[in-house]
């Protein structure tokens, strides 16, 4: 996060950025979705970030796009899918898998797949 690297590039380099807060999504089908950003925002969370695994993991989550929606029409927050770039070994995988073939998540994966040094850089 403190390098802006990945779906944290967004934030300037020069302005404090913080995390006030984290959790699971509580598995499937992602309990801790509809609660848990109340408490982040109590704490001064401004935007919640998924964590790049809802996109890594295989599979990738089903609902992340449905979470996406619910966090920011019932809290009014931004939701950003991604904190760290795509770790390079996954990409590969997901490539040969043809996981992120379809243009939904072409979209979803944009924040954190950076390039291939970078990726590198995180396996």
Same mark, same amino acid.
């Given at each position: ?37 109340? *408490? ?32 920011? *029409? ?26 992120? *073939? ?22």
């Amino acid at each position: 996060m403190q390098n802006r690297e990945g779906a944290f590039d967004i934030y300037d380099k020069e302005a404090p950025l913080e995390i006030v807060g984290y959790t699971s999504c509580g598995g499937c089908p992602g309990g801790n979705i509809e609660y848990t950003p109340e *408490e982040m925002i109590k704490n001064g969370a401004e935007a919640i970030h998924f964590a790049t695994g809802f996109v890594v993991g295989y599979q990738p989550c089903p609902y992340i796009t449905e979470f996406k929606k619910f966090i920011e *029409e019932k809290y009014k927050i931004p939701v950003v899918i991604g904190t760290h770039p795509i770790p390079q070994k996954y990409y590969l995988t997901h490539s040969k898998l043809k996981t992120w *073939e379809d243009k939904k998540w072409g979209e979803i994966i944009k924040p954190t797949l950076t390039n291939e040094e970078l990726r590198l850089k995180y396996d």
